[in-house]
């Protein structure tokens, strides 16, 4: 059964930063591109950027500036990495397997995780 697990989410101080952690069972990296994607309250759906089996990694350029994926392939988990946090960031978190390196629908992907809430407010 394949599963994905955030971990990592909750109340961050504007300014602040953020760690999400996903781990994933059922399945390898390989060939698969993994994403963080985000939905904001009343909004949709935001591709944040995703590693490949290979290690390379894709951003959204709107949050590159401040957005960081890694991944321990040991343990089959990949990070998120938010610095200089806004209100703007505050949405349920998804770690999610692509179809492909990018995608603004839920159709783009193929497995999810439940998501984790995180709230950027002082």
């Known amino acids: 059964e394949v599963q994905l697990v955030e971990s990592g989410g909750g109340l961050v101080q504007p300014g602040g930063s953020l760690r999400l952690s996903c781990a994933a069972s059922?399945?390898?990296?390989?060939?698969?591109?993994m994403s963080w994607v985000r939905q904001a309250p009343g909004k949709g759906l935001e591709w944040m950027g995703a590693i490949t089996a290979s290690g390379s990694t894709y951003y959204n350029p709107s949050h590159k500036s401040h957005t960081s994926i890694s991944r321990d392939t040991s343990k089959n988990e990949f990070t998120l990495q938010l610095t200089s946090v806004t209100s703007e960031d505050t949405a349920v978190y998804y770690c999610a397997r692509g179809r492909g390196i990018w995608g603004s629908k839920w159709s783009d992907y193929d497995y999810w995780g439940q998501g984790t809430q995180v709230t950027v407010s002082s």
């Open positions: 059922g399945f390898t990296f390989s060939p698969s591109a």
